[in-house]
Antibody
């Protein structure tokens, strides 16, 4: 049973870079799944940030594409998110999740990590 | 870009009642690419339905999904206390891989 766990700083200064990592356990990241990031601002809905394959292929939400970079570390079985030039609008709970073609959806989610952008 | 519009925004019902949630797409989408999620307060979303009408693992049969083209529905046949939550629809597309609807909150009346 694959499990996901997000980690990273809970507080980031405006104009800084938000960096998060998602550790994959109970399975390998080297599968035909895509590894996703989704965020949820306080009291609001879900926003898809993007996805990465273990091959390094990525798809980003066009609204964030200029500021976001994903990477994958196969040796550590984890993947990461970097979001630059953050503002208060980037304050949210950030989730990592596994996309499975069997469902065309996200069948495994991390518990989420809260990131606040504030000075 | 396909936009998913969920209605109503909030549904106020009593336990045991039937809930009907709507998800409308701005363009026709393939039913196989339509999923629903449930999010309870303070928890991560969990996959509820996929392929518009198939229940994910462990989802009770009081949940059902239907629809095609641009109109999709999630029905909860008899609300249990743990069903009061927010529900999101999601579509998979080639240009923007995943899109979520704005959500419907099912609250206790």
């Amino acid at each position: 049973q694959v499990q996901l766990q997000e980690s990273g700083p809970g507080l980031v200064k405006p104009s800084g870079t938000l960096s998060l990592t998602c550790a994959v356990s109970g399975g390998s990241i080297r599968t035909n799944n895509w590894w996703n990031w989704v965020r949820q601002p306080p009291g609001k809905g879900l926003e898809w940030i993007g996805e990465i394959h273990h091959s390094g292929s990525v798809n980003y939400n066009p609204s964030l594409q200029s500021r976001v970079t994903f990477s994958v570390d196969k040796s550590s079985n984890q993947f990461s998110l970097q979001l630059t030039s953050v503002t208060a609008a980037d304050t949210a709970v950030y989730y990592c999740a596994k996309f499975d073609y069997a469902y065309y959806g996200l069948d495994v989610w991390g518990q989420g990590t809260t990131v606040t952008v504030s000075s | 870009e396909i936009v998913l519009t969920q209605s109503p925004g909030t549904l106020s019902l009593s336990p045991g009642e039937r809930a009907t949630l709507s998800c409308r797409a701005s363009q026709r989408i393939t039913s196989s690419y339509l999923a629903w999620y449930q999010q309870r307060p303070g928890q991560a979303p969990r996959l509820l339905m996929y392929g518009a009408s198939s229940r994910a693992t462990g989802i009770p049969d009081r949940f059902s999904g239907s629809g095609s083209g641009t109109d999709f529905t999630l029905t909860i046949s008899g609300l249990e206390p743990e069903d009061f939550a927010v529900y999101y629809c999601q579509q998979y597309g080639s240009s923007l891989a995943l899109t979520f609807g704005g959500g419907t909150k099912v609250e206790i009346k």
